[in-house]
């Protein structure tokens, strides 16, 4: 299970922080992505971290503005959004993989958490 925390209106040029934990001891076997939905359009990938050596991916649309982390003493996933812009309004997801790298595809990931809305106003 994968529990999302963080989230919430911000102004234009702001920064969010979203929290992911889970509650299975696998977490640090697992790689782990983010995802976002926007309103009336379907999901994409954000960005994932590997669960070795904590490699990490970004969409082109957020590079150089998020940074994703994980704390596996923590069973928690980080996404620090920063210069967020009013087009990442969206509802974000965590999820896993059964691999140490995941695919970006979302249909790759196996477990989700419930998502979290993040509105930037401009």
């Known amino acids: 299970q994968l529990v999302q925390s963080g989230g919430g209106l911000v102004q234009a040029g702001g920064s969010l922080r979203l929290s992911c934990t889970a509650s299975?001891?696998?977490?640090?076997?697992?790689?782990m992505s983010w995802f976002r939905q926007p309103p009336g359009k379907g999901r994409e990938y954000v960005a994932g971290i590997s669960a070795i050596n904590l490699n990490t991916y970004y969409a082109d649309s957020v590079k150089g503005r998020f940074t994703v982390s994980r704390d596996n003493a923590e069973n928690t996933l980080y996404l620090q959004m920063n210069s967020l812009k009013p087009e990442d309004t969206a509802m974000y997801y965590c999820a896993s993989c059964n691999a140490n790298i995941c695919r970006r595809a979302s249909t790759e990931h196996n477990y989700w958490g419930q998502g979290t809305q993040v509105t930037v106003s401009s």
């Open positions: 299975e001891r696998t977490f640090s076997n697992r790689g």
